[in-house]
């Protein structure tokens, strides 16, 4: 059996949120998120510095309990990527939690490039900027799919 | 006494509004008063990032404080055309668990007296 082209490679179906990604695209992404987790865990790391920047504009550190929060946070969106890693459908959760794990991948990999404006953005290499590109296709077909009515709903 | 951030998040159809037309900076309306001195007033600011997808703040934006897309949009716009943008107003705590959802998507926001 093939799948007919017009199929998004991400979609919702009556077991859940469908992935049919290339499988070079599903390891780059669970690479990046593999690799941030452990930059995370790294104290003083770009990616720690950029996802853990306080949050009190008014304070040089945050409360201690709301970076436990944070921490656990972030913890919590890379196991459900790392636990569904393998698999071919996704719950609403694990979709939202992939979203999630990209979003935090982009956010630390630009501030590892420095990127701050959008003239920054725009000089970024095509190495990079390809990797950005694979990012994006990953989340809009993630939002796509959660956003769209269950197969055979009148309201779709 | 526990920490009030231990606490169970609030409501999000209970807490005020923030409107997209409120100069940043500046306290949204509200229809809500909080009932603690030391929790008035505080805003949850979005920065403006060069690298996130429009698509995904508003999204987001959606999603966590359960705005309508318009309303999403303009705060998106908002912070895109002026580099950050009040979404949120309300108690302390409240404003930093909507900081703590939103950095779950890399979204950079911060909290500040409005």
């Not at chain 1, 990012?135 to 959660?146: D, F, P, R």
């Not at chain 2, 037309?21 to 403006?48: H, I, K, Q």
């Not at chain 2, 302390?92 to 939103?102: E, F, G, K, N, V």
């Amino acid at each position: 059996m093939r799948r007919r082209r017009h199929e998004p490679p991400i979609r919702r179906t009556s077991s859940g949120i469908e992935v049919a990604l290339p499988h070079w695209v599903t390891s780059l992404v669970t690479a990046a998120v593999r690799q941030l987790r452990r930059e995370v865990d790294a104290p003083g790391s770009v990616a720690a510095q950029r996802l853990l920047a306080p949050l009190d504009e008014s304070a040089s550190d945050d409360d201690p309990i709301v970076t436990l929060m944070r921490q656990h946070a972030l913890d919590e969106v890379f196991d459900v990527v790392e636990a569904s890693a393998q698999r071919t459908v996704l719950t609403d959760a694990e979709a939202e939690a992939w979203l999630e794990a990209t979003g935090l991948v982009l956010a630390a990999r630009t501030a590892q490039l420095g990127v701050r404006t959008e003239e920054d953005r725009r000089a970024v290499s095509r190495r990079d900027e390809a990797f950005l590109q694979v990012v994006y296709a990953v989340q809009l077909g993630l939002i796509e799919a959660l956003d769209a009515p269950p197969p055979g709903d009148p309201n779709g | 006494m526990a920490h009030p951030l231990l606490a169970g998040a609030a409501a999000p159809t209970t807490v005020p509004v923030a409107d997209p037309d409120v100069a940043v900076g500046t306290m949204p309306d509200t229809t809500e008063r909080p009932s603690r001195a030391s929790d008035v007033p505080y805003a949850v600011f979005l920065w403006n990032d060069p690298v996130t997808l429009m698509d995904v703040v508003v999204r987001v934006l959606s999603k966590v404080f359960g705005y309508d897309g318009p309303t999403a949009e303009a705060l998106m716009l908002r912070a895109h055309r002026d580099g950050k943008a009040v979404v949120w107003s309300g108690d302390r705590d409240q404003a930093t668990r909507y900081c703590i959802r939103l950095g779950r998507y890399g979204l950079q926001s911060t909290v500040a007296r409005a």
